[in-house]
């Protein structure tokens, strides 16, 4: 898969060095998956809540924080929409970020 806007995750963890570790090996898991479906992606993720659209949400760091993905699985493209802390989620969308 390919990530869009791995910035956004360095620039989180810049603010919160106990997420740098685990969205690496996240982001290491998704640079090699080749998800077809939100089936595919649950076999490798079974913690994720996959909402309408594409839309996924992870949790990060033993469910410390959240991130929001838009996947496009036709070109094997990820998105990423948002990424921050259980309150910071709960004041947004997931559906529309």
């Known amino acids: ?5 791995l910035s956004t995750l ?3 963890w810049a603010g919160h060095p106990d997420a740098m570790q685990p969205l690496l090996a996240w982001h290491e898991e998704v640079k090699h998956a080749d998800w077809q479906s939100p089936a595919d992606l649950k076999r490798s993720f079974g913690s994720a809540s996959i909402l309408q659209d594409g839309r996924v949400v992870f949790n990060i760091a033993g469910n410390k924080y959240r991130l929001v993905v838009w996947i496009n699985y036709p070109y094997r493209v990820v998105y990423i929409r948002f990424m921050g802390s259980h309150r ?3 004041q947004i969308d ?3 970020i």
Request: charged residues 20%; proline residues 0%.
């Open 1 to 5: 898969m390919r990530l869009i806007a």
């Open 10 to 12: 360095k620039a989180f």
């Open 88 to 90: 910071q989620y709960d």
């Open 94 to 96: 997931a559906q529309s």
